[in-house]
């Protein structure tokens, strides 16, 4: 099983956000923030995950339900910082993030934005410096767990990264997670696998549990 990419792209959604990111009648709150530069932008990220994601209801339900609230939490951030962020989610995860994923990803970008711009990636990381490893361990007496991670790719864009904010590399992430009580396994995204398989990032119990969910869906049953 491989990553699927999709056949979203930024610019479709950028043409799609200008004919809803209209101030909506009626609405309640500062009305000036309808227009703030970076509320399109963030729609814009908002749909492009939304889309990406199958099974999780409807891409323009959860987009209208969260955007107040993510962009008056992401104002801050750089119009760039918020496309890399969405762009680096749907590469990696499978599922749609909370705010504080968004946000925590976005910093990433955010704090070396300008240094970064004359650092390279590469293909292990897609360009971004950053890569995601999921390390699944079952210690004595406990459940069996799959912890999701982000570590600096060892490109120059990657370390970049790592000196700025004292973070390991994925090289030294990964050497750690094996001393981890009941390691089992460590699966990381690369060149060659940009999105880890859905059983890879979570447990067999939690893997089971989605594909069941996902069947009584497809055969109308209420989940």
Request: aromatic share 8%.
């Amino acid at each position: 099983m491989r990553a699927r990419t999709g056949n979203h792209s930024w610019s479709s959604y950028r043409r799609a956000s200008l004919t809803t990111n209209s101030p909506r009648k009626g609405a309640r709150g500062d009305t000036m923030s309808e227009y703030h530069p970076t509320r399109g932008p963030l729609r814009q990220a908002l749909n492009l995950i939304a889309h990406s994601v199958k099974g999780q209801g409807k891409p323009e339900v959860w987009v209208d339900r969260i955007l107040d609230t993510w962009h008056a939490e992401t104002t801050h951030l750089s119009i760039e910082a918020i496309k890399l962020g969405a762009q680096t989610w749907i590469r990696s995860e499978s599922f749609r993030p909370s705010l504080a994923d968004f946000l925590t990803l976005c910093e990433m970008t955010r704090t070396t934005e300008e240094k970064e711009r004359g650092a390279q990636g590469c293909p292990d990381c897609l360009g971004t410096g950053w890569r995601w490893f999921y390390v699944h361990h079952h210690a004595p007496g406990s459940r069996r767990k799959c912890d999701s991670h982000t570590a600096a790719c060892v490109c120059p864009k990657g370390q970049l990264y790592s000196q700025s904010q004292k973070s390991y590399s994925i090289v030294q992430a990964i050497a750690d997670a094996r001393k981890v009580p009941g390691f089992i396994a460590v699966y990381s995204t690369d060149r060659d696998n940009p999105r880890c398989a859905a059983e890879e990032t979570m447990t067999p119990e939690d893997y089971e549990r989605l594909r069941s969910r996902g069947r009584r869906a497809h055969f109308g049953v209420e989940v």
